[in-house]
């Protein structure tokens, strides 16, 4: 059979397909399409309201909940969902492409929330260049909106009298408020940038504390000259000294400092009083605090202020002074939810004196003595019988710090700082468009078309982002109002002295709105508590590895995800070491590398060598005695160091040091390809160690793991690894010393649980500002960060270490 061509010529072969057979092909993929358009608008809505949720409950357990993984999904649904709305404007009919650029001008509105949840902290970028304003960062925004005001003036039939009538002013409206909107965001990042209270903090901390440093030492000469008499005497003089007693004299500023700075009008006045000083921070280009060539170099501050506006600042012992009056309401006694009031004060301003280690500005009272009190006697205290409580809240408080400082550099937080009517303003405005965009769609809804099941899906589908676009609004402004930044606000506005008309209406509007708060969090406890999460801020987690468990295909896979809880003996001996540390006349701060094990030198070693050394003893230790039987421990109030669990302790700091240098060695002071060669090494050598001390099938009997271990622990010489020899012959050591008579097997714990306590607090302090930047992005207030800021805060840094010997190079270290 022959076919005919258009130009009347014959063809063999098939026939050309049917016009009706292609355009069931294209009905098909349309509809595919518009399915596809559907799921996904259905998921960003679902993802949307889960967002909600997740916020508040992250508000309470803290970053690293499900909100984190709701955030990355949302925002891999809404990349999804723009190649498909592309296809959809392309393939629109007449009557759709009104719906298509009504979706265009929503996504835009969203668009920058959604690509920010995926903060510039994830890189690690903690400086003064997060919060600068670069007009063409919002190049892109403009040209979007620019592209859709084309689209709408080009797709769109005005000649239609009904569409000229109707839609015609509501694009116009919608279009404009999001040119508005766009403009709203450009001046709330330009008001960060210019804000004292946001980016120009840290500078103005800096100044502050110089300025007070200078006040406490002039003090301090007084009353040396005075004698001890006077009424100058400090809150840590008292034979008992507390938290309470030192905060209440604590000059660390909480909120208000951009207050001290005088304005253009007060510059230009050629008359100078007494109250207004240049302050400026000497000999700072390198170093911080007492410790010089501890930092990069720094930014020099010189401030011109006015010392009658530091009465308007509310500081730490505004915060704890006002707070405690609230006692005579509770007979004498503080609740918890005070404490934590006060705490999160203390951490917020704990917060901006370590932003300026990130920016680069001095930290001026490192080292003196204001601040070691301040840490000795106040966060760091570990007076019995409440030592346990008080290491968790030191912990508490840090971590508290961690956050705050974390939060800082995500998009909206500066903005926040620098003016919180910014905030609502963003929100009324969205609220607006969103009712003129509905009103619009309805408007839409009433010109005839013949499509309806086409029609019905496009309005399903404006429906769905309307709910994630006001999912994500109401996220936003939830999370602020119940979040710390806003607590520590009101508390700064309710201890700000005021006029009589502050103090009877707005001061118990504050005192409902925090006891609203209250109530909303301890519901939300109780609700995670039925579900079978609940919720203890005491608790610190810890990542834990175990190299005999990385040596094992069986264990292997358990071996990286394990997290227990840090023990609380844990956190009594490293806040007990911090201490000695600080109060150490001879060192001065200064902490130094460990060497000695009941008297098992590993001198000669890098720090690296020691963790991988001493680690691999601790776990032959615990495969020959096996764990420790559960036996019901006394009151924590009742605890004394005798009675703790060394094993525990011992191998819970053993597995977290192995965690940093299999995971994070970054964070360590060797070389990270040292640290990395070094791991290769030690771990290659126990596989063929185990390999030899079990049959070749090694996959094939993973029972025998506690005599595999128990082989390999008698050996020395067969290992041909000089790290993995040191471990071994440190635990064989340990094993003799627990043979002797009056040598018990807790002796031997116990000298391991003090030498990485004392390794964990060597290996706190350090310089890699950045480095910790990217694990407080990507981990959150880890152990090991949240010790470099308890040590950045005290004035602890790391002794230099002994050189290691010549032969000693990256990859090639063979003894």
Sequence with gaps: MTWRNAAGQSSGGAPPPAPCASNATAMDEKQMMQGAVVFTAVLMAILGGTLCVMGLERLIRGRFTLFSMVRFLLRFTFILFLPLLSYMRANAKEGE????????????????????????????????????????????????LVWIGYLIYSNVDWECEKIKLLMMPMFAILWSLAVAKLGQRVLNEWKAQDSLSAAGSANLIAGYMQHVLEQEEEEGRRRSDGGSSGSGAAAGASPDPDLDAVMGNCQYVVMGEEKLVLNKKERRRRQTTGSKVLITTPHCGYGVGRFPHDQDELKHVHLLVDLDKVKNLVTVKDIWQNLGSWLALFGNRRPKFIDHMCLMCLSFSLFKLLRRRFEHYPMVEVGSKMARRLMVEGLLNDHEPAAADNASRAFRVIQLELDFLDNYYQAGVPVVMSAPWLFFINFLSSLLFVSIYVLAVAILLLIPRDDTESLTKYFVITMLLVMTLLAVEITDLTTYLFSNWFLVHLLCLYVAPGGCLWNFLVKPIICCFIAYRLFVFNSLKLVLKL????VNEKKMKTRQVSILQVCEPVHKMFAWASQVTLPTEAKVAIVRGLKKSINNPDTGGDVSLPHDISGFSIRGKTTTEIILACHLATELLEVKHGKPKKKKKPKQKEQKPEDWDHQTMATTLSRYCMYLVARVPELLPDDERWVSDRYEDVKSCLKEASRRCCCSTWWCCPWRRAGRWKAVAEMKVQLKEATAQAGVELYQQLEKGKGKEDSTADDA?????????????????????????????????DLITCLWALCTHAGIKRHPSEPAPAELHAGTHQV
Excluded: C
């Design 531 to 534: 579900t079978g999460r609940p």
């Design 749 to 781: 714990w116990k000298a391991l649980a003090q030498f990485w306590v004392k390794l964990l607090i060597y290996l706190a302090p350090s310089n890699d500002v950045e480095g910790h930047a990217k694990a407080l992005a990507s981990s959150g207030s």
């Design 97 to 144: 492409i009104l719906f298509v650029l009504l979706w265009m001008l929503l996504i835009e509105l969203f668009r920058k929330k959604v690509e920010a949840m995926v903060p510039p902290s994830a890189n690690g970028s903690f400086s003064r260049s997060v919060s600068r304003f670069r007009l063409m960062g919002h190049s892109d925004e403009v040209t979007r």
